[in-house]
């Protein structure tokens, strides 16, 4: 980063390269640093020993934050009638570095009760074995549980919880913080429902990104795959939008959603049928 200057023996600093060096140092600094911290937990698949018919398992990465642990206004995960040591996992189809997670325990005042004691563990390739070194593992009533770690690099994570006596286990969300850089998820992406319609009526399509961290480098895209006429889209860019056929019959629609080289896409079935003839 020095020039010689009038064939001179005194160096002198590039002031310009310098600056630019300096400046990308820290945009890389900037886009760790606010990588660290974003919640892991929407892109990973959740699995359990035990979920009860009346709850859900994608209640704990929804990205709810509840109010209270009896909080009804959402979903909630629970193991009712199941007793002892139940566990949830997440599993990525990528590996993700973090060292710290919040755990809300729900506690519905009947049968699904705080756990009395909970453990965090990490799959290592071979093995789920403990993280090292844990300060938390809490177990308090309407708040986030945070634990801290040493990081790990995994592909699963596993919570096991202990239940109090006869009473069963819950949580209404589980968090999982990355730690440096994001890692490059795949886009994934639901069309809908199929749907019956009437011709030359606009018609509302809401398609989703699932398991999706953020959507500012993810691009989608509704086109026709199939049918007898053409469709008119109001954006075809935007998840949300409305369409028109032109002619009767069945067609096939293509949401798309690309992120670089990376694509996933879903289809919906739309029958378009006739305006209904009135006698006079």
């Known amino acids: 980063i020095y020039t010689e200057a009038n064939n001179m023996n005194t160096l002198k600093p590039n002031v310009t390269v310098f600056s630019s060096l300096l400046f990308l140092f820290f ?79 729900w506690d519905d005042n009947a049968g699904v009760r705080l756990p009395k004691a909970c453990r965090l563990f990490y799959w290592d390739g071979e093995r789920f074995v403990p993280v090292r070194n844990p300060v ?54 639901a069309a809908g429902g199929d749907r019956i319609v009437m011709q030359g009526r606009k018609t509302e399509f809401a398609g989703e990104l699932l398991r999706a961290i953020s959507t ?18 109001a954006d075809d860019a935007a998840l949300a939008t409305t369409a028109t056929f032109s002619a009767v019959g069945d067609y096939v629609l293509n949401l798309t959603a690309r992120k670089g080289k990376m694509s996933d896409s879903s289809t919906l079935g739309v029958r378009v049928v006739g305006r209904p003839q009135l006698d006079i």
């Open 27 to 105: 945009a890389v600094v900037d886009t760790a640093t606010a990588a660290t911290g974003v919640n892991l937990a929407p892109v990973a698949e959740p699995s359990t020993s035990r979920v009860s018919g009346d709850t859900t398992l994608a209640a704990l990465n929804d990205g709810h934050t509840p109010k209270a642990s009896n909080d009804r206004s959402n979903r909630s995960y629970g193991n009712w009638r199941g007793q002892g040591t139940q566990w949830v996992q997440y599993d990525w189809t990528i590996p993700v570095t973090t060292r710290k997670i919040d755990v809300f325990w």
């Open 136 to 189: 938390g593992l809490g177990v308090a009533k309407d708040q986030f549980n945070t634990t801290t770690f040493d990081e790990v690099r995994t592909s699963k994570l596993r919570l096991e919880m202990d239940g109090e006596g006869l009473a069963s286990t819950g949580i209404l969300e589980w968090k999982v913080y990355n730690e440096g850089e994001l890692p490059n998820f795949p886009p994934s992406v």
């Open 216 to 233: 500012d480098t993810t691009k989608v895209e509704w086109s026709k795959a199939s049918g007898p006429g053409q469709v008119v889209f």
